[in-house]
């Protein structure tokens, strides 16, 4: 599956979870249906051509995205980018610390999520957080006191990480990066909250 340009999907009937970060994308059995999943969802036309790739550049990130990976993700990623060059793709290289650096400043200052998933209960009528999984329900207990003037700053400076990363990468540049930089833990090594923060800190980091 693939997480498609933010609005290219509408997301009407979906349960609102965050309406800065939503994206509705496709899921399926190779890279031919997904694509023609995504050309219903988004209401396009699907043209399948199979030199399309090469009239793009797929840029290879090198630096912190790619660093810390575990044994499985590292022999994951290198020989995707193996079967990448033997398909006769040309790979380059990009540095992305400097990009990612700016991203990570958006975690100091709070996160979207919260504060909009709570304006969407309320719309709902959802006074209380009774009934909500107790596991998620800490979670939001925990960052439900974000401040109107953070949720601005991350507002503000979200717009100014997507402009600078625009300026640096062509419309047809192609990232490649590891989705994530670890396998994710078993149910069980997860049963408490801070464990369930650390472990999606370090899968998300990406």
């Given amino acids: 599956g693939f997480k498609p340009t933010g609005g290219r999907v ?13 994206c509705f994308g496709p899921i399926g059995n190779d890279v031919d249906t997904c694509a023609q999943a995504f050309g219903v969802l988004s209401g396009t036309a699907y ?7 090469n009239k793009c550049r797929l ?6 995205p790619c660093q810390e990976l575990d044994a499985t993700v590292d022999y994951a990623w290198e020989a995707g980018l193996c079967a990448l060059s033997e398909a006769g793709l040309k790979l ?15 975690d100091e200052i709070g996160a979207f999520t919260v504060p909009e998933l709570l304006a969407a209960l309320h719309e709902r009528g959802v006074k209380s957080l009774d009934g909500i999984d107790p596991m998620v329900r800490e979670r939001i207990e925990m960052l439900r006191g974000m401040s109107a003037i953070n ?3 991350l ?6 990480c997507i402009a600078n990363l625009d300026s640096q990468w062509n419309s047809g540049d192609i990232l490649l990066i590891p989705t994530v930089p670890e396998v994710a833990p078993a149910i069980q090594d997860v049963q ?4 369930q923060i650390a472990a999606t800190t370090r899968l998300v980091r990406n």
Avoid at 10 to 22: A, H, I, K, M
Avoid at 59 to 64: D, S
Avoid at 192 to 195: A, C, I, S
């Fill in 92 to 106: 380059g290289e990009i540095r992305t610390d400097a990009a990612f650096a700016s991203v990570a400043e958006l």
């Fill in 151 to 153: 949720y601005a700053r």
């Fill in 47 to 53: 043209h399948f051509s199979p030199d399309a790739a």
């Fill in 155 to 160: 507002l503000r400076h979200r717009s100014v």
């Fill in 10 to 22: 509408p997301t009407e009937g979906g349960f609102p979870l965050s309406t800065t970060l939503d």
């Fill in 59 to 64: 840029l290879v990130a090198q630096g912190f």
């Fill in 192 to 195: 408490t909250v801070e464990r």
